[in-house]
C-alpha cells in the first residue's frame, strides 16, 4: 500500500521563499545600502571637483595672457567679458553648474579665484570642499579650501587631488 500523502487540492507544493526569508533579504540589502551609499555619493562629489579644479585652471590661464598685455591681473568685472571687448572671455560657473567661479583681490602681483559650489546642487553637501581657492601672491601658487559655514581658506590643500 501506497501510504504517501493524498494530493493537495490547490496543486503541487512549490518551493519558494517564506515571508521571514524574503524580509531577512529586504534588510540585508538595505544594510548594504546604508553603508555604500554616502560613500558612493562622497566619490561623485569628489569626481566633480576636477570640474572646479579645470574652471580655476582656465582662470590662471587667462590671466596669464591678461598680464602679458596688461599691467595687472584682471579683476572680476573682467571674467565674463570677451577678449575682442577688454575680457578673459570665460564663464562665471563651471561647465555642468556645479561651482560658481569668481575673482578677488587682483593687483599687479596676484589675484585669488574661487570656485564656490551652488546651492540647491549635490557639491553644496561637500562640507569640507565647498570652496575650492586658488591664489596668486608673489610668484607662488597656493591651493586652498574652505569649509562650509567658514570664512577662512586653509592652507593645506585638502581638496586638491595632487
Known sequence: MDRSPPPS????????????????????????????????????????????????????????????????????DKLTVAPADGGLGLSDTTSSGYYGVAISEATTSGYTVTATAKSGTSQASDSKCQKLVMRLAGGNIFYESVDAGSTDSTANGRCWVR
Open 9 to 76: 487540492p490547490l496543486g503541487p507544493a512549490k518551493g519558494g521563499f517564506t515571508l521571514i526569508e524574503l524580509m531577512i533579504i529586504v534588510a540585508v540589502i538595505g544594510i548594504l545600502a546604508a553603508v555604500a551609499l554616502p560613500s558612493f555619493l562622497d566619490s561623485v562629489r569628489k569626481g566633480r571637483r576636477a570640474e572646479a579644479m579645470a574652471a580655476l585652471t582656465q582662470v590662471q590661464q587667462a590671466q596669464e595672457r591678461w598680464r602679458a598685455n596688461n599691467g595687472s591681473y584682471a579683476d572680476n
